[in-house]
C-alpha cells in the first residue's frame, strides 16, 4: 500500500512538473483566402475571397504545441446567363505546432494536423435556390513567422493549407494572412 501511494505522488510530481513550464496561447487573424474551384463555362468565376481564423494553443516545451482553431478559407462565387452558385470552405483544426527562433524577436511555426472542414455549396437561378453541404477530414498545413512586440505579443504573418470536398469533387483551399498572437 505504502508503495502505490508513494508512485502515484510520484507519478503526479512529475506531471505537475511537466506542466509548469508549459503556456497557453491564443490568436486570431484576416486572411487573403482562395479555393481553387473548377469554375469552367462561368462568364464570371472569382476564387478570392477574405478569410480569417481563430486559434489557441498549450505550449510544452523546447518549441512544441498543440492547437486547436477555426479557419474560414472565404467563398468562391461563379456565375452565368442568370445561374449562380458559391462555395464555402470552414472548419475546425487540431495541429501539433513547432515554433523555433531565428533571429532576436523573430521566429518560424510549422503547424501539422487534420482539419474537419464543412463546404457548402450554393446556386440559384432566377427565383429558385438551393443548398446543401457535406463536413469531411482533411489534412491541415500551416506555416508562419512572427516578430514578438513583447515577449507575450507577436504579429504573425500565416499560410493556411487544406482541401476542401463535396460529393466527389476536391479543391485546394488557402489562405495568408495576417494576425496576432499572445501568450499568457
Not at 23 to 34: D, K, N, T
Not at 65 to 86: C, M, R
Request: proline share 2%; net charge neutral.
Amino acid at each position: 500500500m505504502n508503495k502505490t501511494a508513494i508512485a502515484i505522488v510520484s507519478l503526479a510530481a512529475a506531471v505537475c512538473a511537466g506542466t509548469a513550464s508549459a503556456q497557453a496561447y491564443l490568436g486570431a487573424g484576416i486572411s487573403a483566402a482562395r479555393i481553387n474551384v473548377d469554375c469552367d463555362g462561368a462568364d464570371r468565376c472569382d476564387r478570392s475571397d477574405t478569410g480569417g481564423k481563430l486559434y489557441g494553443g498549450w505550449r510544452f516545451g523546447n518549441g512544441l504545441a498543440a492547437e486547436l482553431g477555426y479557419i474560414s478559407f472565404g467563398k468562391a462565387t461563379a456565375s452565368d446567363a442568370g445561374l449562380s452558385g458559391d462555395v464555402k470552405v470552414s472548419g475546425f483544426t487540431v495541429a501539433a505546432a513547432y515554433r523555433a527562433p531565428i533571429a532576436t524577436d523573430w521566429a518560424l511555426t510549422g503547424r501539422l494536423g487534420i482539419a474537419s472542414l464543412k463546404t457548402k455549396v450554393s446556386a440559384s437561378a432566377g427565383s429558385l435556390s438551393g443548398s446543401d453541404d457535406e463536413r469531411h477530414t482533411s489534412p491541415y498545413l500551416g506555416l508562419a513567422v512572427d516578430y514578438a512586440f513583447t515577449p507575450m505579443l507577436k504579429l504573425e504573418l500565416s499560410a493556411d493549407f487544406s482541401r476542401a470536398k463535396y460529393d466527389s469533387e476536391k479543391a485546394a483551399v488557402r489562405s495568408l494572412g495576417l494576425g496576432l498572437r499572445y501568450d499568457f
